[in-house]
């Protein structure tokens, strides 16, 4: 069950939900609408022969920071990263990311498969921006970029985000070895078990 307008903003009021910032005007029936910041991630694709995720292969990349009045153009067929504004997050509820149908129909997708925020997850949210269009599209910061949802879980999760997510407090990270995210595992596995001695 997704969580309507007026469930959000008790949310927020209780601490259940956690957005820094709560504008009550960025509130839609069944969501929240959250704003693009002014960094991005940019592939350096000169320098980058080939992606091999495999082996573990991935392309050099630099970050570019604009004005908060200055504007970033994506051409078409670009792929980078962004960030948000708004940090957010939540113990209870699973978040979802959508886009903003005025967006889409510009050819501007914001996730490619990456829409979900686990409980336990606090962050801004990068976004994996990627023009669609023939045409450059204008980003600039603070516009509304996506919108995010909030449903409720059958019943509490058994692995804790804090501890086992692969991006726990490195969001803005380029990217993070799902290696790292199996030693993750084992050490709250091997602390869990520890605490259960007790």
Known sequence: MFLSDREIREAVKDGSILIDGFDEGRLQPASYDILLGNK?????TQST??????????????????????SFILHPGISILGTSVDYFGSDKYLIHLSGKSSLA???????????????????????????????????RPNMRIGQILFSELSSAPMKDYKIT??????????FVSPREEERKAVKAGIKSRTRSKR
């Open 49 to 70: 022969p080939a992606i091999d995720p495999v082996n573990k292969i991935y392309p050099e990349a630099r970050e570019i920071v604009v004005d908060n009045d200055g």
């Open 40 to 44: 991005f991630i940019v592939h350096n």
């Open 165 to 174: 997510g692969r991006y726990q407090g490195r969001d803005w990270q380029h």
């Open 105 to 139: 129909r510009i050819g501007l997708v914001i996730h490619n498969t990456a829409g979900i925020i686990n409980p336990g997850h606090f962050l801004n949210i990068t976004f994996e921006l990627c023009n669609l269009n023939q045409i450059p599209i204008i980003l």
